[in-house]
């Protein structure tokens, strides 16, 4: 897995329409599926008072990617290990 922290804005579009303004945390490979994903939030804060965060696929070879859609529960358990790792980091600092 290769992992590589960003911090680029980018713009998706909700269910209606709306323009909603994300900042990337980061992208990685994962050599368990072979897909590349992009982590990102859109800064809201859910009801427990943390920062949403989400996930997507994405081909990083294309200029302007198109995000698509986590399809299975073994990319769910990658990409949550990969956040629980990351969790676990940051509160030994």
Not at 38 to 44: C, G, K, L, R, S
Not at 55 to 69: Q, V, W, Y
């Amino acid at each position: 897995m290769q992992e590589k922290n960003i911090n680029n804005e980018f713009e998706v579009f909700n269910d209606l329409g709306e323009r909603i303004k994300c900042n990337a945390l980061f992208t990685f490979e994962s050599d368990e599926t072979g897909k590349n994903y992009i982590v990102y939030t859109d800064n809201t804060i859910d009801d427990n008072g943390n920062k949403k965060v989400y996930a997507s696929t994405f081909d990083p070879k294309e200029e302007n990617p198109i995000l698509g859609s986590i399809e299975t529960d073994e990319e769910w358990k990658v990409i949550e290990n990969i956040l629980n790792k990351l969790q676990e980091k940051r509160e030994e600092k």
